[in-house]
């Protein structure tokens, strides 16, 4: 079991760094006509609904894969933040503000309640900054 587990987080990591990479090249070639070279850094915003049990294990694999992209020359910040408590749906939403703000190059988020954060995820599309939701049992 915890094989199992280890090797999904691994990929899911490996999925949201490929991922983001991607994101980033694909959004630069819509913005610029020239081709632009990769950035120097991806700074991931993770927001997980709180850091416990599965989530505190992928948060542990986002910054194991950001050091093993700076061992292999990419240079990848993750920044972390929870709300206080798995019901404070308002926090959550704070933090992808903050992420916006900050002008992340993606968003990763676990939503805590899906209707809730539509509107700052919409905020987030519209400034150019992907997300990718993880955990979701709804469409």
Known sequence: MY???KLLSVIF??????STMFLIQHRDARTYAAPKKAPEQITIGWAPPDITGVFKTATDY???SAEDAAAN????????????????????????EDFIQRKVDVIA???????VIKPALKKANEK????????LLEP
């Not at 990591?13 to 490929?18: A, D, H, R, S, W």
């Not at 240079?75 to 992808?96: C, G, L």
């Not at 988020?109 to 209707?115: A, D, F, L, T, Y």
């Open 13 to 18: 990591t490996i999925t949201i760094v490929l």
């Open 109 to 115: 988020i676990s939503p805590i309640e899906v209707e």
């Open 73 to 96: 020359g990419i240079e990848v910040e993750v920044i972390s933040q929870s709300p206080a408590t798995h019901v404070a749906f308002a926090d959550q939403v704070a933090i992808i």
């Open 62 to 64: 986002f910054e194991k």
């Open 128 to 135: 150019g900054i992907p997300v990718i939701i993880v955990n």
């Open 3 to 5: 094989k199992r587990r």
